[in-house]
Structure formats: C-alpha cells, structure tokens
C-alpha cells in the first residue's frame, strides 16, 4: 500500500500569505585600482549599504593617492619623479605595502621586485604583450643600464621618509597593492561598522569573514587557465571554502603568448631580466592578508615553475598550482597547503 503525507491546510496558507523576511545580505560593487570591486556583506542595524560604500570609496581613495602609478600627484609618481637622495614623506598604507613587499623580496630571493617596472616597460609589455618585441628583443646594453635600476635595497626608508640611492629607480605596487586595498576594505567593514561576516573582492583577490548568506564558508572558483579566456568566458578548475582568510590568484594565461615553441608571460623575472618562460599557468594563494596572497601569488609566477613549487614549500606558502601535464591540467599542492587542508578537517 502507498502512503500520502498530507500537509495541514492551516500550515499551506500560513506559509503563502507570509513574506519571506528580506536578507540582511548586501551586495555593492564599484571601480577602483582600473578594476572593479565587488563586495558581500551582512548589513549592521543603524548603517545603510550607500553608506558603508561611500566609507569605502573614500578609503580607496586614500590609497589612490598615495600609491596609483596612474595619477601624476600620487605619492609613488612623486617619488619616481625625484632624484637620488632626495626625500619624500610616505603615509602609513605606503610603509605597510613597502614592508610587505621587502619581507617578499627578501623571502623569495628576489623573484618579487616592485622596482622591476622599468624593464616591463623596456620589454614593451607595460599595456599588451608583441611578439614583435620578443622578435627584436632589447639589446643586452639596454637592459644593462636599466639594470642598474633594478633592486629593491635601493629604497631607503627612514622614519616616514623614503629616499632612493641611484636616479632612475622607482616603484610599482601593482603586484600587491589590489591585495592592499582587499585588506582596508575588510578593515572598513570590521572595525567601523562591527561587519564579520562579508566577502570583499578587488580584480579577483579576495578576503573573506564569517559565512554567507547561507550560514557557509564562502565558495570561491579557480579558474582553468585556459589561453584566450576572460572572467565571462571561463572553465572552473576547482573550488574552494574560506572563512577568515585571503585568497589571490596570479596566472600569465590571460597575458602570454607563444614565439618559437616557448610561452612568454607579461611578467618580468628579475634574475634574467626577461619575460618568464614557461612559468606556472596558474596559482592561487592563501595566506592571513590578501597584501601577502597577492605578492606571493605574483612572486610564484615570476620564476620558472619548478622553483616556483620549491620556493612555495621552502616558506611554507599555502599554494594550489594548476599546471599542465600533456593535454590535461593538474593540480599540484604545496606542503603548506595540504598542512592547510588537514587543519579544516579537524
């Protein structure tokens, strides 16, 4: 015999004629860094989402005008513009980035360098990769007295005054200032407005608290990195659930190109003062800042991908590489990241 669970009229009409209770679940999204920002967030009694948006934006501006390479009268263009022992006076969100990026430098023997640009703008990748330039690569007297500026101890920090020891030397935090402005933005939402549980992204670098809207860890995509893709045009590797850290993501797929059997990336790598070749597809990093993901992240895919994987477990780096193996992609974890996974499962 076959049973019906029958419902209670009186519980059908309840649940018809009540409103389902609106979610306290926020979504805003901006543009920021060239990029745009996308952010989630539980919404505090006594605050509105215009509100907490102007909060930010004001915020990001700060940064903005401290460190955008893009505005003439920021702090870093200042900076570039002067001559060797000249001094300039650097706010706190510049010597946070300049400290990070020192303990990067320093940790990944230089493979993340942001005094590198001089030599991205020689190899003519500054706004789009040309194979012509590869074709008719710089000269080795070329590169030689770019060199010559190249070097992170050339920046000398003194108090908040920032001086240069050699004319021509300059700094680009575009390879972990996006991670910066991740890390103000949770900073915004925690500290003024007593926000846990929010997911904030800056042009895919990402910090996460508390859970979402579903009570859950927040599920963040790792792209395939695939050749000729873009955020509209994609194929999900794999994913994963954070709550309470950062997560950046550095792939040369979307800025390479083949010459002569080999895959160059946009990425300088300091010790060869060359493009990368052959370097990591893709790696995702997680660590306690998003300023730390994106320069580790960065720092990963500036060398070639066997040292990659070495440097990675050397700093007990939390990194999930995508790598190629004959026609199919892998997944390589660093020893930091299986210590990772290990402890989500306790």
Not at 5 to 18: G, K, R
Not at 67 to 86: E, H, P, R, V
Request: charged share 20%.
């Amino acid at each position: 015999m076959k049973y019906q669970y029958l419902i209670p009229l009186s519980i059908l009409a309840l649940s018809a004629c009540t409103p389902t209770p609106p979610t306290t679940y926020q979504k805003i999204d901006g543009q920021t860094m060239g990029t745009s920002y996308h952010i989630a967030f539980e919404l505090p009694k006594g605050a509105t989402a215009d509100e907490i948006q102007a909060s930010i934006d004001t915020r990001l501006d700060e940064i903005n005008d401290s460190m955008s390479t893009y505005q003439a009268d920021s702090t870093i263009s200042k900076f570039n513009a002067l001559s060797a022992g000249q001094t300039i006076q650097i706010d706190p969100d510049f010597i946070k980035v300049l400290s990070d990026s020192r303990l990067i430098y320093e940790k990944s023997h230089h493979g993340f360098d942001p005094t590198v640009y001089p030599l991205v703008e020689l190899w003519g990748f500054g706004s789009k990769m040309s194979v012509e330039r590869l074709q008719n690569p710089p000269t080795d007297t070329e590169i030689l007295a770019v060199r010559d500026t190249i070097g992170l101890d050339k920046i000398v920090l003194n108090g908040n005054e920032l001086s240069k020891t050699a004319d021509g030397v300059g700094l680009d935090f575009s390879a972990i200032a996006k991670g910066y402005g991740v890390d103000t933005i949770a900073d915004v939402l925690k500290s003024k407005y007593n926000i846990t549980n929010y997911m904030v992204e800056i042009g895919g670098e990402i910090a996460t608290g508390g859970v979402n809207d579903k009570g859950l860890p927040w599920t963040l995509a790792i792209d395939k990195p695939i050749m000729g893709s873009t955020t509209t045009n994609r194929e999900i590797m794999t994913t994963l659930a954070l709550s309470g850290q950062s997560m950046a993501t550095s792939g040369n797929y979307r800025n390479s190109l083949d010459y002569d059997g080999k895959t160059y990336s946009h990425t300088i790598n300091p010790h060869t003062a060359s493009p990368v070749e052959n370097g990591v597809p893709s790696v995702t990093v997680i660590a306690s800042t998003t300023a730390l993901a994106d320069g580790w992240a960065t720092a990963l895919t500036a060398i070639p991908q066997d040292d990659a994987i070495r440097l990675a477990d050397e700093n007990d780096i939390i990194a999930l590489f995508i790598i190629k193996d004959g026609d199919n992609w892998q997944i390589h974890k660093s020893q930091g990241f299986i210590a990772f996974e290990q402890q989500g499962k306790n």
